[in-house]
C-alpha cells in the first residue's frame, strides 16, 4: 500500500515536472464560467496550461494567506472586492503592469481597476431583481422593479434573498441600499422586504435556484445569476432597480507567483476583446468592461455604459462599507436572518391592520399601526457608532489594533440586540393585532 | 464481551524498556494513527472555545456568553428537536419495513433490504435539492394538490423540513440494526407470548420490540447523532437556527473570528459522545439475542390476501418515499428546464453527455478514494477488533472508545482540524502543503468511515469460536499466521460489508471534503456536484453526475453483496465455522 | 376447575412435500399426564405445537372439552406450553414474566398480585420474583416457566421437552417435581419427550410417534410387555427380536430353536424377547448355544452380546458382588423365558 502511494505520488511529481508552464488560478467562480476561459486561453496561448483552484471567496483568501509562505498560486479570481482589498493591505498580490487598453476609468460610478494597479476589473456586475414568469403569472403578480415595490403586501411571501454574511455580492447590495437611502431608511426598507420574503438563504446560489425552480417569484440577486439562468432556458427574467450599484469581478496575481509570465498573459487575455466576449457565453453572462463588445450584443443586453442604465446609481463608498463590513452583516443576520419568523409575523399583522384601516379614520387606530411600524424599523445603533472602531473592532478580532477600546465580545453585543429586536417584533405584531381587532 | 480477560495488569513486573510484542507495537500505532488525525485536529479546533478571543487567554467566558446568548439557546433546543422527531420519523418508515420483512414471507423482502440502504448513498444535500423540487412549496406535489384539491402543504418548511429530509435519509441505520435485530430473536419468544394470551400490537409492543431494543437503539443512537452533526441540510433548505449551521456561519463567516463557532463545535462533539455513551449505557447488559439457546428467528407466517394487500400498500407507499430523492434526481438529470412544473419541460440525455466529457476524474477519484480509505478502515478494523477481543492488551478498550468517538465529530470540524494541523506541514517529493494533498482526503475519509467498520468486524470476529483459533495454535500456528489463515478468511463476511458500508459512505461524503479539496483535478463525485449544482446551467449534469454516484455505490455494493452470499453459504455448508 | 380432555380426530399435516403428521387420532382424558414419545422428527413436537397452535393450521379436528379449537389463534386457545428454551422475557423480572398472561388477560392489578404470588409460591421461587431471569439457573428458569404458565390456569399443560436442558440429577427431581405438581393442580398435560425413562416415570399413559404415525397408544407398561410393532419394542426399552415363524404353539426362529410362547398367534414372524428374560445357563438347561462377543459392565447388570445362529442377542444378568461372569470369548448356552413374549407379524 504504501509502496503504491510512493510510487504514485512519484508519479505525480514527475508529470507536474513535464507541465513546468501550468497557471494556477483559484477562484470563487463556477465552472461555467472558468471552463469557457480555459478553453479560450490555452487555445489562444498554447504554451500554458491552466489550472482551476475552486474555492469560496473566503477560504481563497484564507488559503492564500495560510500558503503564503510557499506559495504555489498565480492568480486570484473572485467577484467581491472586499477580498482583494484585504488581500493587497496584506502585500499578497503583486503590483503587476497590465496594458487595459480601451477600458474606461470607471462603470456607474464605481473604478473599474484598482487605482493602484494590484488588481483589475475584467468584468461589471450590478444587483437586480430576478423573477420566475411562471411563478408570475400563477400568482397574478404584477413585476417588481424597484426595491419599494418589493415592500408592497402582495408580495408577502414571493421574495428571497441571501444573507450578506454568507455571499460578498449581497453585502455589497445591503450596503448600496444603506448608502443610497441612508442608514436608517435603507434598514427600513430591509426589513419591509424582507417581511415579504418566505426565505433568508445561506447560499448566494441559493435565491437563483429557488427563483429558476420556482420555489419562490423574486430574488434580489447579482445580475449574472438571473442573465445566465435565463440563458440557459429557465422562465426568469431580470430587471434593474433604478438604485444600484456597478461593481466589478477583478482578478489579481498573486505576490511571488511562481508562473508571473503565464500569469500576466492570462489577465491581459483576460481583459483583451477576445476575452471579454467570452463574458457573452450563455452560462457566464457578465457585463464586459470593454465598451468595444457591446458592439456585438444581442438586443435587450444592458449595457452599464449606456446613459439610461440605472439612472439612480450611486458612487459606492468603498471606505464605509469596509470599516463596518462585519458589523453590517451581523446586524443583518442578527435583525433579519436569524428572526425571519418573528419579523415576517409582525409584518403581515401590520400589513393586515393597514389593509383593515386603508380608509379608515380611526385615529387609535392608525396611532398603533404607526408605532408598530416603527418598532419594526427601530435599530440598536446608529450609523455613527456602526463606523466608530470601537464598535466595529468587535467584530474584527484579528485585525483591530491594541490602541482601540472595543466596547465589549460579539457574543455580548449580539445578544442584546437580539433581546432589543425580539421585543420589539412582538411588541409591534401585539400593536398591530390591536389595530385589526378594532375594525 | 463482558467475560473477556482482564488485562494483564496486575503481573507488576515494571521494566523501563519493555519488549513489545507484535500486538502491543500494532495496537500502539494505532492509536498514534488515532491520535494524529483525529483527537488532535478536533482538540486543534475546540480548544479555541476555551480562549479568550482577544488575550488568547484560558477563559470559560465563552461558555457563559453561550449559555447567555438566546439565540444559542434556541439552536440547542431546535437541534434537539429535529434529532429527536427525524429519530421518530425514520423509526416509524423503519418499523414497518423491518417488522414485514423479518415476521412474514413476503415476496418483496429481498427488494426492500437492498432498496433500504439506497438512500444512505447519495449525499445528502443532493437529497435535499431533489426533494425541495418534488415536495417544496411549489414542488411538483404541491402543484398538483394546489391544482386540484386547492391547498398545499408546507413538507419542506422550517425545522419540519429539516426533520423531513433527515429521516429518510438516515432511516437506512436503524432499518439495518433492527432487522438484525429481529431476526435474532428467538421464535419461542413471541410463542411463548402467545400462549399467554397475547396477540398483535400488543404482543409487539411488550415482548417483540423490547427485545429488539439493542439494534433500535444502536441505530437510533446513529440518526440522532447524525443529525444533531448535520449541516449540509439545514444550510440547503435555509435553516441557520440550529448548531451546526450556527458554528459553520460562525467559523467560516467573511472575516469574522467569533469564538461562539468553536463552542458550538464543542458542544457538537462533547453532545454526541454523550448521546452515544448514553446508548452504550443503557444497552449495557441487554444482548438478549445471544441468550436464547436452539431456536430460530422468528417464525415467519404467511399474509393473507387481505394483509398483503395491506402490506404491500405500506411498503409501497414508503418505498416510494424513501426513494423519491432519487427519482427527483432522476427527473432532474434527464429533464431540460424544470421550474414551477410538476415535471421538466423535456427530456434529454445532454447532461450525461456533459458529465463524461468534463467529469470522468471525479468518478475516478472518488473510487480511488473511497476504496482506499475502506481498505484502510477494514484493515484497522480488523486489528482493532482483535485486539480488543482477543489479546490483554493494557487500554484495549480505548482503542475502540477513540475509534467510535469518530462518529461524533462533525465532518466540519475534522476538516477544520486537518487545516489547521496540516497546514504549515510540507510533504517530501514535491508533493506541496499536507493540507492539500489529495492523500489526506482519504485519511479524514478513512477516520469518518472507521466506526462502521469496526462494528462490521467485530461482528465477524465474535462469531469466530475461539476454539478454531486455539486449534490453529495447538498444531503449531503462532498468532500472526493464526489471524492471518485462519480468523481473517472467517471474517471475510464481516470484513466486507464493513468495506462495502465504508465505501458507499465514504463515496458520497462532503462535509469534510469540502475543506480538504486543493484543486478540482482532485475533487471526489460530491465535491463536483455540489459545483456543478452552484450554476444555472449546471443543475442537470450535478444531478447527473449524482446519478453515476448513486449507480456506482450501488453496483459496488451488489458485488460485494454477492460475495458476502456465497461466502455465507460456503461457510454453512461447513458446520463448527460459527458459534 | 373442570378438567379437560382433548380429542385429536385425523389430523393431516404436511410441509411442501414431507409428510409430518399422517392421519393423528387420539383422546386424551381429562387428569391425565400424557406423554408423546418419539425420536426427532417423528411429529411429536409437531403435534404438541398444533393443539397449542403454532405452525400451519393442520387439517383435521383438534377438541378440548369437547370444542374444536383448531381455528383459533394461539392466544385464545387457553393452552399452557412451556417451552424447551423456556422462553422467560429477558427483558422482565420473574414476577414480570409471571404476570403477563394475567396482564393479556384483564384481570384486576388487585387480583394479578396474589395470583403471580402463588404461582411462584407454588414453585417454591417466591424469594426470587424481582430476579432478572439471567440471573436464575436453569432448574430455577424451568420453575418460572412452569409458573408463568400455570398462573393462568390453563385447561390443558403442554411441555415441550422441559428436561432436555438440564443436568442428569436434576433432570429427574424435576420431573417428580413436575408430577407432584401435575396432581395437584389436576391438569391435563402432554410431555413431549424424546427419553424413554422420562416418558415412563411420569406419564399414565403415552404414544409412541414415528413418522409422523401414532403407533402405539397405552400406560408405559403396556408399551413395554406388548409393542405391537418392532419400533415400538425397540424404542422403549432394549430389545432382541428375532425372526421365524409360528408352529404348533410355539415360535420357531430362523435359526430352528423353537420357543414356548402362551399367547398363539398364526401369522406372527417375529419375536420380542426383552434381555432380562434371557439368562447364561448351564449346558442342559439351555436351549441356544453361543460366543459372548462383547460386554458392559452396568453396575447392578452385566449385559453380554451373544452371537448365535439367530444373530447377536443381547443378554442381562444381575450382578453379585464378587462374581466375574464371563468373558468376551467364553461359550455359553442361553435360556429363554419366552412364555409372555411378544410375538408380531
Known amino acids: 500500500m504504501k509502496k503504491l502511494m510512493l510510487t504514485t505520488a512519484l508519479a505525480l511529481v514527475s508529470s507536474a515536472a513535464a507541465q513546468a508552464d501550468t497557471v494556477v488560478v483559484v477562484t470563487s467562480f463556477p465552472q461555467d464560467l472558468t471552463n469557457p476561459f480555459k478553453v479560450a486561453f490555452e487555445e489562444a496561448h498554447p504554451e500554458h496550461t491552466l489550472e482551476v483552484v475552486s474555492r469560496n471567496t473566503n477560504a481563497s483568501v484564507a488559503y492564500l494567506q495560510?500558503?503564503?509562505?510557499?506559495?504555489?498560486?498565480?492568480?486570484?479570481?473572485?467577484?467581491?472586492?472586499?477580498?482583494?482589498?484585504?488581500?493587497?493591505?496584506?502585500?499578497?498580490?503583486?503590483?503587476?503592469?497590465?496594458?487595459?487598453?480601451?477600458?474606461?476609468?470607471?462603470?456607474?460610478?464605481?473604478?473599474?481597476?484598482?487605482?493602484?494597479?494590484?488588481?483589475?476589473g475584467f468584468a461589471a456586475s450590478g444587483y437586480g431583481i430576478m423573477y420566475n414568469t411562471r411563478y408570475v403569472a400563477a400568482n397574478n403578480l404584477p413585476v417588481a422593479r424597484e426595491w419599494d415595490d418589493l415592500i408592497r403586501a402582495e408580495y408577502n411571501g414571493h421574495v428571497a434573498m441571501s444573507s450578506p454574511s454568507r455571499s460578498g455580492t449581497t453585502h455589497l447590495t445591503v450596503e448600496t441600499l444603506l448608502q443610497g437611502d441612508g442608514w436608517e431608511e435603507g434598514w427600513a426598507k430591509w426589513k419591509w422586504i424582507a417581511g415579504n420574503m418566505n426565505t433568508v438563504t445561506e447560499r448566494s446560489f441559493g435565491v437563483p435556484d429557488a427563483v429558476n425552480s420556482g420555489s419562490t417569484g423574486f430574488g434580489i440577486v447579482i445580475d449574472f445569476f438571473g442573465l445566465a439562468s435565463n440563458a440557459s432556458g429557465f422562465p426568469v427574467e431580470l430587471v434593474y432597480p433604478s438604485l444600484t450599484a456597478i461593481v466589478p469581478a477583478n482578478i489579481g496575481i498573486v505576490e511571488n507567483a511562481p508562473n508571473a509570465q503565464g500569469a500576466k498573459d492570462f489577465v491581459e487575455f483576460v481583459l483583451s476583446p477576445e476575452g471579454q466576449r467570452v463574458l457573452l457565453n450563455p452560462a457566464i453572462m457578465r457585463?464586459?468592461?470593454?465598451?468595444?463588445?457591446?458592439?456585438?450584443?444581442?438586443?435587450?443586453?444592458?449595457?452599464?455604459?449606456?446613459?439610461?442604465?440605472?439612472?439612480?446609481?450611486?458612487?459606492?463608498?468603498?471606505?464605509?462599507?469596509?470599516?463596518?463590513?462585519?458589523?453590517?452583516?451581523?446586524?443583518?443576520?442578527?435583525?433579519?436572518?436569524?428572526?425571519?419568523?418573528?419579523?415576517?409575523?409582525?409584518?403581515?399583522?401590520?400589513?393586515?391592520?393597514e389593509a383593515v384601516h386603508a380608509d379608515s379614520e380611526n385615529a387609535e387606530a392608525l396611532a398603533l399601526i404607526a408605532e408598530a411600524r416603527e418598532l419594526v424599523e427601530a435599530l440598536p445603533i446608529t450609523e455613527e457608532e456602526s463606523l466608530d472602531p470601537a464598535f466595529a473592532g468587535v467584530f474584527q478580532i484579528s485585525r483591530v489594533s491594541a490602541d482601540i477600546a472595543v466596547v465589549g465580545r460579539q457574543a455580548e453585543v449580539e445578544q442584546a440586540w437580539d433581546g432589543f429586536t425580539v421585543a420589539n417584533y412582538a411588541k409591534a405584531k401585539e400593536l398591530a393585532d390591536r389595530a385589526v381587532a378594532m375594525r | 464481551m463482558s467475560d473477556m480477560p482482564q488485562p494483564a495488569s496486575g503481573a507488576g513486573r515494571f521494566t523501563l524498556f519493555p519488549r513489545l510484542s507484535g500486538v502491543a507495537i500494532t495496537g500502539i500505532l494505532i492509536a498514534i494513527f488515532l491520535m494524529a488525525f483525529?483527537?488532535?485536529?478536533?482538540?486543534?479546533?475546540?480548544?479555541?472555545?476555551?480562549?479568550?478571543?482577544?488575550?488568547?487567554?484560558?477563559?470559560?467566558?465563552?461558555?457563559?456568553?453561550?449559555?447567555?446568548?438566546?439565540?444559542?439557546?434556541?439552536?440547542?433546543?431546535?437541534?434537539?428537536?429535529?434529532?429527536?422527531?427525524?429519530?421518530?420519523?425514520?423509526?416509524?418508515?423503519?418499523?414497518?419495513?423491518?417488522?414485514?420483512?423479518?415476521?412474514?414471507?413476503?415476496?418483496?423482502?429481498?427488494?426492500?433490504?437492498?432498496?433500504?440502504?439506497?438512500?444512505?448513498?447519495?449525499?445528502?444535500?443532493?437529497?435535499?435539492?431533489?426533494?425541495?423540487?418534488?415536495?417544496?412549496?411549489?414542488?411538483?406535489?404541491?402543484?398538483?394538490?394546489?391544482?386540484?384539491?386547492?391547498?398545499?402543504?408546507?413538507?419542506?418548511?422550517?425545522?419540519?423540513?429539516?426533520?423531513?429530509?433527515?429521516?429518510?435519509?438516515?432511516?437506512?441505520?436503524?432499518?439495518?440494526?433492527?432487522?438484525?435485530?429481529?431476526?435474532?430473536?428467538?421464535?419461542?419468544?413471541?410463542?411463548?407470548?402467545?400462549?399467554?394470551?397475547?396477540?398483535g400490537m400488543r404482543m409487539f409492543r411488550r415482548i417483540v420490540f423490547p427485545l429488539a431494543m439493542p439494534g433500535y437503539l444502536a441505530g437510533a443512537a446513529l440518526v440522532f447523532i447524525k443529525v444533531f452533526d448535520d449541516l449540509g441540510t439545514p444550510l440547503l433548505l435555509n435553516v441557520n437556527t440550529m448548531l451546526a449551521p450556527q458554528a459553520y456561519l460562525r467559523i467560516t463567516g467573511v472575516g469574522i473570528n467569533d469564538p461562539m463557532g468553536y463552542v458550538i463545535s464543542f458542544i457538537l462533539v462533547a453532545f454526541s459522545i454523550f448521546a452515544l455513551w448514553a446508548s452504550?449505557?443503557?444497552?449495557?447488559?441487554?444482548?438478549?439475542?445471544?441468550?436464547?439457546?436452539?431456536?430460530?428467528?422468528?417464525?415467519?407466517?404467511?399474509?393473507?390476501?387481505?394483509?398483503?394487500?395491506?402490506?404491500?400498500?405500506?411498503?409501497?407507499?414508503?418505498?416510494?418515499?424513501?426513494?423519491?430523492?432519487?427519482?427527483?434526481?432522476?427527473?432532474?438529470?434527464?429533464?431540460?428546464?424544470?421550474?414551477?412544473?410538476?415535471?421538466?419541460?423535456?427530456?434529454?440525455?445532454?447532461?450525461?453527455?456533459?458529465?463524461?466529457?468534463?467529469?470522468?476524474?471525479?468518478?475516478?477519484?472518488?473510487?480511488?478514494?473511497?476504496?482506499?480509505?475502506?481498505?484502510?478502515?477494514?484493515?484497522?478494523?480488523?486489528?482493532?477488533?482483535?485486539?480488543?477481543?482477543?489479546?490483554?492488551?493494557?487500554?484495549?478498550?480505548?482503542?475502540?472508545?477513540?475509534?467510535?468517538?469518530?462518529?461524533?465529530?462533525?465532518?466540519?470540524?475534522?476538516?477544520?482540524?486537518?487545516?489547521?494541523?496540516?497546514?504549515?506541514?510540507?510533504?517530501?517529493?514535491?508533493?506541496?502543503?499536507?493540507?492539500?494533498?489529495w492523500g489526506l482526503i482519504i485519511v479524514a475519509l478513512a477516520v469518518r468511515r472507521l466506526p462502521y467498520a469496526l462494528r462490521a468486524c467485530m461482528a465477524a470476529?465474535?462469531?469466530?469460536?475461539?476454539?478454531?483459533?486455539?486449534?490453529?495454535?495447538?498444531?503449531?500456528?503462532?498468532?500472526?499466521?493464526?489471524?492471518?489463515?485462519?480468523?481473517?478468511?472467517?471474517?471475510?463476511?464481516?470484513?466486507?460489508?464493513?468495506?462495502?458500508?465504508?465505501?458507499?459512505?465514504?463515496?458520497?461524503?462532503?462535509?469534510?471534503?469540502?475543506?480538504?479539496?486543493?484543486?478540482?483535478?482532485?475533487?471526489?463525485?460530491?465535491?463536483?456536484?455540489?459545483?456543478?449544482?452552484?450554476?444555472?446551467?449546471?443543475?442537470?449534469?450535478?444531478?447527473?453526475?449524482?446519478?453515476?454516484a448513486v449507480v456506482i455505490v450501488a453496483l459496488g455494493t451488489y458485488l460485494s453483496q454477492r460475495i458476502i452470499e456465497k461466502d455465507r453459504n460456503r461457510r454453512a455448508a461447513a458446520p463448527g465455522a460459527e458459534q | 376447575m373442570k378438567k379437560a380432555g382433548i380429542r385429536i380426530e385425523d389430523l393431516h399435516l404436511s410441509f411442501g412435500d414431507t409428510t409430518v403428521l399422517a392421519g393423528i387420532d387420539m383422546e386424551i382424558y381429562p387428569g391425565e399426564f400424557f406423554a408423546f414419545l418419539g425420536p426427532s422428527g417423528s411429529g411429536k413436537s409437531t403435534l404438541l405445537r398444533a393443539i397449542a397452535g403454532f405452525g400451519p393450521r393442520p387439517k383435521g379436528r383438534i377438541l378440548i372439552d369437547g370444542k374444536d379449537i383448531a381455528d383459533l389463534p394461539p392466544w385464545k386457545r387457553n393452552v399452557g406450553m412451556v417451552f424447551q428454551s423456556y422462553a422467560l422475557w429477558p427483558h422482565m423480572t420473574v414476577r414480570q414474566n409471571v404476570a403477563f398472561g394475567l396482564e393479556e388477560r384483564r384481570m384486576p392489578r388487585a387480583q394479578i398480585g396474589p395470583k403471580v404470588e402463588a404461582a411462584l409460591d407454588l414453585v417454591g421461587l417466591?424469594?426470587?420474583?424481582?430476579?432478572?431471569?439471567?440471573?436464575?439457573?436453569?432448574?430455577?428458569?424451568?420453575?418460572?416457566?412452569?409458573?408463568?404458565?400455570?398462573?393462568?390456569?390453563?385447561?390443558?399443560?403442554?411441555?415441550?421437552?422441559?428436561?432436555?436442558?438440564?443436568?442428569?440429577?436434576?433432570?429427574?427431581?424435576?420431573?417428580?417435581?413436575?408430577?407432584?405438581?401435575?396432581?395437584?393442580?389436576?391438569?391435563?398435560?402432554?410431555?413431549?419427550?424424546?427419553?424413554?425413562?422420562?416418558?415412563?416415570?411420569?406419564?399414565?399413559?403415552?404414544?409412541?410417534?414415528?413418522?409422523?404415525?401414532?403407533?402405539?397408544?397405552?400406560?408405559?407398561?403396556?408399551?413395554?410387555?406388548?409393542?405391537?410393532?418392532?419400533?415400538?419394542?425397540?424404542f422403549l426399552g432394549t430389545a432382541n427380536i428375532l425372526a421365524g415363524h409360528m408352529n404348533e404353539g410355539c415360535f420357531?426362529?430362523?435359526?430352528?430353536?423353537?420357543?414356548?410362547?402362551?399367547?398363539?398367534?398364526?401369522?406372527?414372524?417375529?419375536?420380542?424377547?426383552?434381555?432380562?428374560?434371557?439368562?447364561?445357563?448351564?449346558?442342559?438347561?439351555?436351549?441356544?448355544?453361543?460366543?459372548?462377543?462383547?460386554?458392559?459392565?452396568?453396575?447392578?447388570?452385566?449385559?453380554?452380546?451373544?452371537?448365535?445362529?439367530?444373530?447377536?442377542?443381547?443378554?442381562?444378568?444381575?450382578?453379585?458382588?464378587?462374581?466375574?461372569?464371563?468373558?468376551?470369548?467364553?461359550?455359553?448356552?442361553?435360556m429363554i423365558d419366552s412364555r409372555s413374549a411378544s410375538l408380531l407379524d
Not at chain 2, 135 to 154: A, I, T
Not at chain 2, 340 to 346: G, K, N, T, V
Open chain 1, 66 to 120: 495560510e500558503t503564503r509562505g510557499s506559495n504555489t498560486t498565480d492568480l486570484f479570481w473572485a467577484s467581491a472586492p472586499d477580498a482583494f482589498e484585504v488581500l493587497k493591505s496584506e502585500g499578497l498580490l503583486a503590483n503587476v503592469d497590465i496594458s487595459v487598453d480601451g477600458i474606461p476609468d470607471d462603470v456607474g460610478g464605481y473604478p473599474i481597476n484598482d487605482p493602484d494597479g494590484y488588481y483589475y
Open chain 1, 287 to 353: 457585463l464586459p468592461v470593454n465598451p468595444e463588445v457591446y458592439a456585438e450584443v444581442p438586443e435587450g443586453f444592458p449595457n452599464p455604459f449606456s446613459e439610461d442604465f440605472a439612472p439612480g446609481a450611486i458612487a459606492f463608498d468603498v471606505d464605509t462599507s469596509g470599516a463596518r463590513y462585519n458589523l453590517v452583516n451581523s446586524l443583518f443576520d442578527v435583525m433579519i436572518t436569524y428572526r425571519l419568523n418573528d419579523l415576517r409575523a409582525a409584518v403581515a399583522a401590520i400589513q393586515a391592520a
Open chain 2, 38 to 199: 483525529l483527537v488532535l485536529p478536533v482538540v486543534q479546533v475546540i480548544y479555541v472555545a476555551f480562549l479568550d478571543a482577544r488575550t488568547g487567554a484560558m477563559t470559560l467566558q465563552n461558555f457563559r456568553d453561550f449559555f447567555n446568548t438566546s439565540l444559542f439557546r434556541e439552536s440547542f433546543v431546535n437541534s434537539f428537536y429535529v434529532s429527536a422527531m427525524s429519530v421518530v420519523f425514520a423509526t416509524i418508515i423503519a418499523l414497518p419495513l423491518a417488522y414485514i420483512t423479518t415476521r412474514f414471507n413476503f415476496a418483496g423482502t429481498a427488494i426492500i433490504q437492498s432498496l433500504g440502504f439506497i438512500p444512505l448513498i447519495m449525499p445528502p444535500f443532493v437529497g435535499a435539492v431533489a426533494m425541495s423540487l418534488l415536495f417544496g412549496r411549489n414542488g411538483s406535489v404541491n402543484l398538483l394538490l394546489d391544482q386540484y384539491f386547492g391547498f398545499k402543504v408546507p413538507f419542506m418548511e422550517g425545522l419540519n423540513g429539516v426533520i423531513f429530509v433527515q429521516s429518510i435519509h438516515y432511516f437506512p441505520f436503524i432499518l439495518i440494526n433492527l432487522s438484525a435485530s429481529l431476526r435474532n430473536i428467538d421464535r419461542s419468544m413471541e410463542e411463548a407470548a402467545q400462549n399467554l394470551g397475547s396477540s
Open chain 2, 280 to 437: 452504550f449505557l443503557f444497552m449495557r447488559g441487554k444482548d438478549y439475542a445471544t441468550v436464547q439457546k436452539g431456536g430460530g428467528g422468528l417464525s415467519k407466517r404467511d399474509l393473507a390476501p387481505r394483509e398483503k394487500l395491506i402490506a404491500w400498500a405500506v411498503i409501497l407507499f414508503i418505498l416510494a418515499l424513501v426513494l423519491a430523492p432519487h427519482f427527483g434526481l432522476m427527473l432532474l438529470a434527464f429533464g431540460t428546464i424544470w421550474s414551477f412544473s410538476p415535471l421538466p419541460d423535456a427530456f434529454t440525455l445532454q447532461h450525461f453527455g456533459t458529465v463524461f466529457t468534463q467529469s470522468s476524474q471525479y468518478i475516478w477519484n472518488t473510487v480511488l478514494y473511497a476504496g482506499s480509505a475502506a481498505i484502510i478502515d477494514v484493515i484497522l478494523g480488523v486489528a482493532i477488533a482483535y485486539i480488543v477481543l482477543r489479546t490483554g492488551l493494557i487500554g484495549r478498550k480505548w482503542l475502540d472508545y477513540m475509534a467510535t468517538a469518530a462518529l461524533a465529530v462533525p465532518g466540519v470540524v475534522l476538516g477544520i482540524g486537518y487545516l489547521r494541523m496540516f497546514h504549515g506541514v510540507q510533504l517530501p517529493f514535491g508533493l506541496g502543503q499536507m493540507s492539500s494533498f
Open chain 2, 461 to 548: 470476529l465474535q462469531q469466530v469460536a475461539l476454539s478454531l483459533e486455539e486449534a490453529a495454535e495447538s498444531l503449531g500456528a503462532n498468532k500472526s499466521s493464526t489471524v492471518r489463515r485462519i480468523v481473517v478468511p472467517l471474517m471475510t463476511g464481516g470484513i466486507l460489508a464493513g468495506f462495502v458500508t465504508s465505501f458507499a459512505t465514504a463515496a458520497v461524503e462532503l462535509s469534510a471534503t469540502i475543506m480538504l479539496v486543493g484543486r478540482a483535478s482532485d475533487a471526489p463525485l460530491a465535491y463536483g456536484i455540489y459545483l456543478y449544482m452552484q450554476s444555472p446551467a449546471g443543475r442537470g449534469a450535478g444531478a447527473a453526475l449524482g446519478i453515476l
Open chain 3, 126 to 234: 417466591l424469594h426470587l420474583a424481582e430476579r432478572m431471569p439471567s440471573q436464575l439457573s436453569g432448574g430455577q428458569q424451568q420453575r418460572v416457566a412452569l409458573a408463568r404458565t400455570v398462573a393462568i390456569e390453563p385447561q390443558v399443560l403442554l411441555l415441550d421437552e422441559p428436561l432436555s436442558n438440564l443436568d442428569a440429577a436434576l433432570r429427574v427431581q424435576m420431573r417428580r417435581e413436575l408430577l407432584s405438581l401435575q396432581r395437584k393442580l389436576g391438569l391435563t398435560t402432554i410431555f413431549v419427550t424424546h427419553d424413554q425413562e422420562e416418558a415412563n416415570t411420569t406419564s399414565d399413559r403415552m404414544a409412541v410417534l414415528d413418522g409422523g404415525v401414532i403407533q402405539q397408544i397405552g400406560t408405559p407398561q403396556e408399551l413395554y410387555d406388548t409393542p405391537v410393532n418392532g419400533f415400538v419394542a425397540g
Open chain 3, 252 to 334: 420357531v426362529t430362523k435359526g430352528g430353536n423353537r420357543l414356548a410362547v402362551d399367547n398363539y398367534r398364526g401369522t406372527a414372524s417375529r419375536i420380542v424377547l426383552r434381555p432380562q428374560s434371557v439368562s447364561l445357563a448351564d449346558e442342559e438347561r439351555g436351549s441356544i448355544a453361543g460366543k459372548v462377543t462383547h460386554r458392559e459392565f452396568l453396575g447392578s447388570q452385566i449385559r453380554y452380546l451373544v452371537g448365535t445362529e439367530d444373530g447377536e442377542i443381547i443378554v442381562d444378568t444381575l450382578h453379585h458382588a464378587g462374581q466375574s461372569g464371563h468373558a468376551v470369548g467364553a461359550d455359553v448356552m442361553l
